[in-house]
């Protein structure tokens, strides 16, 4: 179920204000709100506007295009939609409309482990490639039959989400209160005796079931999927993610919802992709509200970026059709600001692209 989109809404930010009016306070808190005091949720945008571009003239466009290859799939664009959680708190159709969206502009997926659909049903609907995020369950043997049923969906990747062993301390969503909905819950953990925290966290059952570096080797035996750990911000745990079989890497701060005072991840970009060297493919999430941003993320190393909140909005307001807007026009965008800069491919944007402040 879609609604026209607003004949006034011509960037993506334009979203915000009817997805709030539509969402309520509730709603809106839980899926826009970031930790603490929001610094780190601020600056994930604002970061990208302090960069500045260096263009070229005159380089001509045949054969033009924006394709980038990731884990065996050519997709037309590097613009993924990130997984969030419980989509239908923001539209009846929840992740079924959003997957319907990204397939109409060929838009790879990450399906949240807490998604308000099943991942065999958005199997059915997607017209792109689906890849499943998975938070690590204190039940190791739910985790693993949660991840046979990603396999078994045609998921082409997991996305092992490494930062958030809890909750951050998420204040605008506490004064809110945490919406509840009835329908509305994390269907593939139904069934599933889950740890609660206090605040006590230290010696509770909660961290005891918290996830280490051997479950990521654990989970390399459960699987043939490649595995992309996400939540990464720095060289040491860059390198140690491919010490454990990590086939791809996502700089992520958790949108700015686990600790405030992370750095933005476009700063932290450049650091990780050093490390990695070219082993492995950089994402980036965290920030994408501009094709520019895009550009400057693909030009500091990312091999793709993925949105998050952007197109939660755009579902608010006009379900499947307002998530293919948000792409269509961070595609479009990107086009421009490649033929603005003049870069035929984005094998041809490169930290060259990034303007170095002059020496005074």
């Keep these: ?26 709603a809106w808190a ?21 960069l500045r571009l260096e263009a070229r003239v005159l380089t001509g466009f045949d054969g033009a295009h924006t394709r980038v290859e990731l884990f065996g799939d050519t997709l037309a664009h590097p613009i993924l939609l990130a997984p969030v959680a419980l989509q239908k708190l923001a539209h009846a159709d929840g992740e079924l409309a959003s997957v319907r969206g990204a397939g109409a502009l060929g838009a790879a997926m ?16 997607a017209a792109a490639p689906l890849w499943f995020q998975l938070y690590l369950q204190a039940d190791r043997g739910f985790t693993r039959a949660l991840v046979a049923r990603a396999e078994a969906a045609g998921c082409r990747a997991l996305v092992l989400t490494v930062d958030a062993p809890i909750n951050g301390v998420r204040d605008r969503e506490r004064r809110a209160g945490l919406p509840l909905v009835p329908g509305v819950e994390p269907v593939h953990l139904r069934g599933l005796a889950r740890a609660t925290s206090s605040d006590a966290l230290f010696g509770s059952a909660l961290l005891a079931a918290a996830p280490t570096w051997s479950d990521v080797d654990a989970l390399r035996t459960w699987t043939r999927l490649p595995i992309v750990l996400k939540g990464i911000l720095g060289a040491a745990d860059a390198r140690r993610a491919l010490e454990h079989g990590a086939d791809g890497i996502v700089v992520s701060n958790h949108g700015g919802r686990t600790l405030d005072g992370l750095p933005a991840t476009i700063d932290a970009l450049a650091d990780v992709v050093d490390a990695v060297d070219g082993r492995v493919p950089v994402l980036l999430d965290g920030g994408i509200r501009r094709g520019t941003d895009v550009l400057k993320a693909i030009a500091l190393g990312a091999r793709a970026v993925m949105v998050g909140r952007p197109y939660v909005q755009a579902l608010a307001v006009a379900g499947a059709a307002g998530v293919a807007h948000v792409v269509q026009m961070l595609r479009s965008e990107l086009e421009a600001a490649m033929v603005l800069s003049g870069r035929r491919a984005l094998a041809e944007v490169d ?5 170095t402040p002059s020496a005074r």
């Design 351 to 355: 930290r060259t692209l990034i303007r």
């Design 1 to 26: 179920m879609s609604t026209p989109i607003p004949r006034d809404i011509v960037t993506v930010a334009d979203y915000a204000a009817p997805a709030r009016a539509r969402m309520g306070e509730q």
């Design 110 to 125: 990450v399906v949240s482990t807490e998604s308000s659909v099943a991942i065999e049903e958005l199997a059915t609907a």
């Design 30 to 50: 839980y899926l826009d709100g970031g930790a603490g005091d929001e610094h780190t949720l601020r600056d994930n945008e604002a970061a990208f506007a302090r």
